[in-house]
Structures are given as C-alpha cells and as structure tokens.
C-alpha cells in the first residue's frame, strides 16, 4: 500500500547508512509507488541503499494547486519576522521596555523551536493537511492577540501562542514538498519556497517600519489575522491527499510525544529566563543564587529531554539514533550556526540604523532590503545548481565559506562607522557584505536540506525535516539572546563609564527603555549615547562571524550522494 499523508514516518526496520568519505553514489531506495518498507533492498555491492531521484513519496497530487495553498502560510510566518524586527524599537519604545524587546522574537522563537520538531511527529499522526491548518489558526489568533496587547507581557505571551502556528506553518510545509516533489526537483522547488519567504521578509521590514511611523505598531499584527484566513480557506479547498481509515483520537494521542515537548520548552524557557536576569540584573557574573539555580536546572532538562528522546518516548520527536549519525548531524549543526547568525544579522542591523545612524523605523527596515535579495538568489541559484548537476557537497562549502566572509564585511562596516571613512561608503561596503552573506544563507538552506534527505529513506524524511527545523529554530533563539544580553551588558558598563553627573543612573535606565530618549538627551550625551551602542552591537557583529566560522566548519562533514540527473 503506497503512503499517505498521515503514514508512519519510521516504519519498519531502518537501514543504518555509513561511509568512509564525503560523497557516496548510493543511499535509500524508495519505489514508484513510494513505498518504503518493501521497496528496500540492498546494492550488488552490499552497500546503502539506492534510492530513485524521480520518484515522490506520494504521487498524483496537484503541485500547481498545492504550492500556492503552502506559498502563502510561508509568506506570513516570514514577513511576521521581520515587522517585528523593524517595529520593536517603537514598541519597546511607546512601552518604556526597550530593554525587553528581544523577547518579543525569542518568546516567538522559544515556542516554534520547541513545536517544530513536533509537527513531524503530529502530522504523520493526525495528517498534513489536519496540522496545516491547525497552524495556521493558532498563527492567526496569535496575531490577533498581539494587536490588542495592553503591556509588554501580554505581547509577549502573545508572541510565544503564535510562534506555536507559525512552526507549523514552514515545517509541515517542507515536509509536505518532500512527499509530493522527487529528491531530484527538491532542490529547485525548496529554492521557490525561499523565494517565497524572502519575498514575505522584504515585505515586511519596510511594511513594519512604516505602520510603526504611521497608523502604529498593533497594525502590523492585526493585519496578519485576515490574510491568515485566506490561506486557511485556501488550504482547505486546495489541498487533497490521500487518507488512511481514522483512528481513535486516544491512539494517536498516545502516539504524541507531549513529555519530550513539555521537556524541551521547559528547559530553553529556563536557560533563557537565567540569561536574562543575569543580564538586566548582575551581567555575566551568574552570582545570583536564584539566576544560577535556573540556570543549572535548565542543564538538568536538557538531559531529561534526551533521556526522554533516548529511553522512555515510544515515538520520539527527535530520535537520538537518527541524529547521531554524521549524514544528520553535521547538516544540522550547520543550521543551527547558520541561522543562529541571520537571526542576529536580521535583529541587530535595524537597531544599529535606529540607535547609532538615527534613522526611522522604516529605513531601518529597508536596511534588510540587501539580505533579501541575496537570500531570494542564493536559493534558487543553489537549486537550480542541484537539479543541474546532482551534487551538493562543495556548493554548501563555498556557500557558507560566504556567508563567513560575509559576516566579516558587516562587522568591519559597523566597527568603522563614525572613524573615517565616508559613511557613504562604509554603507556600500555593509551591502555588499549583507548581499555576500545571504546568498550564502539562501544556498546553504537549500543544500543542507537536500543533503538531509538524500541520506534517508522515504520514511524518514519528515522527521529530518522536522530535527533540522529543531536545528535551526534553536540556533535562532540561543544566538539572539546572547547577542542580546550582550549588547545590553556592553551599552550598560559604556555609559555608566562615560557619563559623568548625578543622573547618570537615570540616563542608563531610560536609555535602555526608549530610543526617543535619545534625542532629548543634550547633544554630548547623545554622541556617548550612540557611540556606546554602536560599541555593543559591534560586538553583536563579532559574535556573528564567530557562528559563521562554526557554520562554516560543521559543513565540512556533509556526506553527498549524488542526486542523479
């Protein structure tokens, strides 16, 4: 019987695939029909499994109507990204918590970390398309909720109820394309899905800045709630796949791994929550008994949650016997470094426009403009290359061999600003290295995804999928926090050192709080002001090219099989 949408992602028995070197012409097998468990069967030479690049796991579908249905839940979960990142200084601004402000991202992204993964598992059980609009209904609301915030810490609360549809919203739209779409085509087929969220990221910095300037911030939430709608109603009239006979709703309950979940949210909310009272209260000292007993037990969770995964879950969202081996983990490491970067990239330079150059919320937005642009190319330039060629292995090298590079342009550009060079120039040169360091962004995130599930079997690709979103949603969340706290750790000491007067305490607090604090401060204290952002947000910057050397390097044990032509 051929697969469906809710067939078991790890039936059977699972080929245990290894390789002395980089690049292998053999992996999984999968048949016409995309069965998986009775269509696999051994080379001549003994070796993997060889698996048809022409085959999808599930035939007869629509593509022409599907890709539309997915294109616009993916359109929203990016653009939703990037108003936030261009609007958070006025919100944190109008809200007097401008110290607070990444936790508008990182609650989002502590919630899609933690569901994303989850959704592998949930939509094997309850089906894509279930899941699909599952998200994007949570999604919605969440949306809706963000625009009726009264305070910070419903905003916030609102963001992490929305971070859970939106991990949904691109997860199982990956998963979705890799039943209906042959390892062959993925490639260009994942770089138009990019384009596509490129577009929703290029839509929504300047979309963001402008209703922050304009009618308000609440705007660029609310506004997401109606077009969340349209892609719901799309998806349930345009999508048609396959159905197995409904089970129970107590087995498939039971087949959910609700404690690895819970495990895992718990354990990032507490290593966050430690990094953030150590930051706004003490710094970096960690001499706080209370910060530091949070801390350590968040270590503690971290090793349930793979006890959970290892030992206990029957049907674990993220089996460890999967992710240990090299084929899994190097990709994904890689992700996790990757968008660990982006994820700072995309934050910082904003506030580096806003804070430092004194520009609006809407040419602040516009900044991100060039890492668009390099994204929308990389990708399908990358998928194109993949579907021409077969191979991915040395195109992943150069790709985030760039995207290092490219972090080192950025962080010379803000180190220089305001030392000599014409500003005018030092902007050509941070484009250039935005653009260098996206499209090595937008390659690498179609290749390491082809690499994953080059290397498995038909069964196993929507767990990949689901692990390397793990990957990437948690490079994303740890990497902000930190770049964070530490911009907020350096502008701290800056100004207590080089503000003088007896209210000088009080400049450092709403300074942290308001952006428009600035220009009511006297001019010199201005100049400090910015000087001493600028000095935290370059060390943000330097901590980018650290990820995007560590990027770099974990790609270096991709295995490759060779897609066939």
């Known amino acids: ?107 989002y992204l502590l919630t899609t970390t933690s569901f994303q993964p989850l959704y592998g598992k949930l939509s094997d059980i309850y089906g894509r398309k279930a899941c699909l609009l599952f998200a994007y209904s949570v999604f919605g609301l969440g949306c809706l909720f963000c625009g009726i ?34 390892i062959r085509k993925r490639g260009t087929w994942q770089g138009i899905l990019n384009i596509i969220f ?41 999508l048609h796949l396959p159905q197995d006979p409904v089970a129970s709703v107590k087995t498939k309950l039971l087949r959910v791994d609700f404690p690895g979940a819970f495990t895992l949210v718990l354990a990032i909310f507490s290593f966050l929550l430690s990094l953030d009272l150590s930051i706004n209260s003490i710094g970096f000292s960690m001499s706080s008994l209370i910060t530091l007993s949070i801390f350590l037990g968040s270590v503690l969770l971290f090793v349930s949650f793979y006890h959970i995964e290892n030992s206990y879950s029957a ?129 690498g995130l179609t290749s390491t995804l082809i690499a994953l599930i080059s290397n498995v079997t038909s069964a196993e690709q929507a767990v990949v999928t689901a692990i390397s979103y793990l990957f990437r949603s948690l490079g994303s969340v740890l990497s902000l926090s930190i770049a964070a706290g530490l911009v907020q750790t350096v502008l701290r000491s800056c100004l207590l050192e080089k503000l003088g007067g007896d209210d000088v305490l009080d400049i450092v607090r709403r300074v942290r709080r308001d952006l428009d604090y600035i220009g009511e401060l006297k001019p010199d204290q201005a100049v400090v002001v910015r000087m001493c952002y600028q000095d935290g947000i370059t060390d943000a910057m330097l901590f980018v090219v650290v990820l995007g050397f560590l990027c770099w390097v974990s790609s270096w044990g991709i295995r490759e099989v060779k897609v066939k032509k």
């Not at 999968?30 to 796991?57: F, H, I, K, M």
């Not at 971070?163 to 919203?169: E, F, H, L, N, T």
């Not at 308000?216 to 349930?236: D, E, K, M, N, S």
Request: proline residues 5%.
């Open 198 to 238: 490129a577009l929703g990221a290029a839509v929504g910095g300047p979309l963001g800045g402008w209703l922050s300037d304009t009618i308000g911030w609440r705007w660029a939430f609310i506004g997401q709630a109606p077009l969340t709608l349209i892609a719901f109603l799309t998806v349930t009239f345009a």
């Open 315 to 443: 049907e674990p969202f993220c089996p460890p016997e999967l992710v240990k081996r090299r084929e899994i983990l190097s990709p994904c490491i890689a992700n996790f470094f990757c968008f660990g970067s982006a994820m700072v990239v995309l934050f910082h330079i904003p506030l580096f426009s806003q804070a430092v150059l004194g520009s609006s919320a809407a040419a602040a937005g516009q900044r991100l403009l060039p890492m668009i642009a390099g994204s929308m190319l990389g990708s399908l330039g990358g998928g194109i290359y993949i579907q021409k060629t077969g191979k991915y292995y040395w195109l992943t090298f150069c790709a985030y061999l760039g995207l290092f590079l490219g972090a080192g342009v950025i962080y010379i550009c803000v180190l220089l600003t305001g030392t000599g060079p014409s500003q005018l120039m030092i902007n050509m040169c941070m484009l250039v290295g935005m653009v260098i360091f996206n499209v090595g962004l937008g390659i």
């Open 1 to 107: 019987m051929p697969p469906n949408e809710i067939s078991p992602l790890l039936a059977g028995a699972q080929p245990n695939i290894r390789y002395d070197d980089h690049i292998t012409d053999q992996a999984p097998q999968v048949n016409g029909n995309g069965a998986t468990q009775d269509a696999l069967s051994r080379n001549s030479s003994g070796g993997a499994l060889e698996q048809d690049p022409d085959v999808p796991a599930i035939s007869g579908v629509n593509i022409a109507a599907v890709v539309p249905a997915m294109a616009i839940g993916i359109f929203l979960a990016s653009m939703d990204n990037t108003v936030v990142v261009a609007s958070y200084g006025r919100i944190g601004t109008e809200m007097n918590e401008l110290n607070r402000t990444s936790w508008l991202s990182t609650a």
């Open 149 to 182: 915030s009264r305070n910070l810490n419903d905003l916030i609360a609102a963001r992490a109820f929305a971070g859970i549809g939106g991990g949904g919203m691109t997860t199982v739209a990956s998963i979705l394309m890799s039943d209906i779409v042959s």
